[in-house]
Antibody
Framework: QVQLKESGPGLVQPSQTLSLTCTVSGFSLTSNSVHWVRQPPGKGLEWVGAIWSGGSTDYNSALKSRLSISRDTSKSQVFLKMNSLQTEDTAIYFC????????WGQGVMVTVSS | DIQMTQSPPSLSASLGDKVTITCQASQNINKYIAWYQQKPGKAPRQLIRYTSTLVSGTPSRFSGSGSGRDYSFSISNVESEDIASYYCLQYDNLPYTFGAGTKLELK
């Protein structure tokens, strides 16, 4: 069955780089897009960016200068890297499938704090 | 960017009530709207995509409609398991954008 699972550090220091991994199963990355969505504590959902089935990427313009999304299809993994983290980047980060977000991972809480 | 104006921010209902949430897009989104349910501490769960297509496993008491800029989502006969927050998403144009959410509570 389709599954996505995020992993990464729970705590990141300000100005440092966040690295998250989304490991998927039950579908192919070469046939499906994977997106990242984040949710600050107690707030709404924000689209972060995507890697499409062909390998191209799109990013939220507000984050574009700090963000990189890539993948390793042999390992069924998608990677998010965001640099120059600030406290405003504290959020639950989800990975989700397809452009209508049909399946979601459980999310990983990332806290930016010294 | 397309703005999604979702209302109301919160809703109080009794069991068995019908409730309706609306999302208005800042431009035509060609029916590319999905609706999600989110319970505390959980990931969002897709209920409806492409305005009115119920995702497998979504109870028939949920429905969606609309066109152009204006869309609605309804729950008929609210059940206790429906107490959650609900979000709309437009996926017509990048960046994809969500409504601010509606918190459904029991009266």
């Amino acid at each position: 069955q389709v599954q996505l699972k995020e992993s990464g550090p729970g705590l990141v220091q300000p100005s440092q780089t966040l690295s998250l991994t989304c490991t998927v199963s039950g579908f192919s990355l070469t046939s499906n897009s994977v997106h990242w969505v984040r949710q600050p504590p107690g707030k709404g959902l924000e689209w972060v960016g995507a890697i499409w089935s062909g390998g191209s990427t799109d990013y939220n313009s507000a984050l574009k200068s700090r963000l990189s999304i890539s993948r390793d299809t042999s390992k069924s993994q998608v990677f998010l890297k965001m640099n120059s983290l600030q406290t405003e980047d504290t959020a639950i980060y989800f990975c989700t499938r397809r452009d209508y977000f049909d399946y979601w991972g459980q999310g990983v809480m990332v806290t930016v704090s010294s | 960017d397309i703005q999604m104006t979702q209302s109301p921010p919160s809703l109080s209902a009794s069991l068995g009530d019908k409730v309706t949430i609306t999302c208005q897009a800042s431009q035509n989104i060609n029916k590319y709207i999905a609706w999600y349910q989110q319970k505390p501490g959980k990931a969002p769960r897709q209920l409806i995509r492409y305005t009115s297509t119920l995702v497998s496993g979504t109870p028939s008491r949920f429905s969606g409609s609309g066109s152009g800029r204006d869309y609605s989502f309804s729950i008929s006969n609210v059940e206790s398991e429906d107490i959650a927050s609900y979000y709309c998403l437009q996926y017509d144009n990048l960046p994809y954008t969500f409504g601010a959410g509606t918190k459904l509570e029991l009266k």
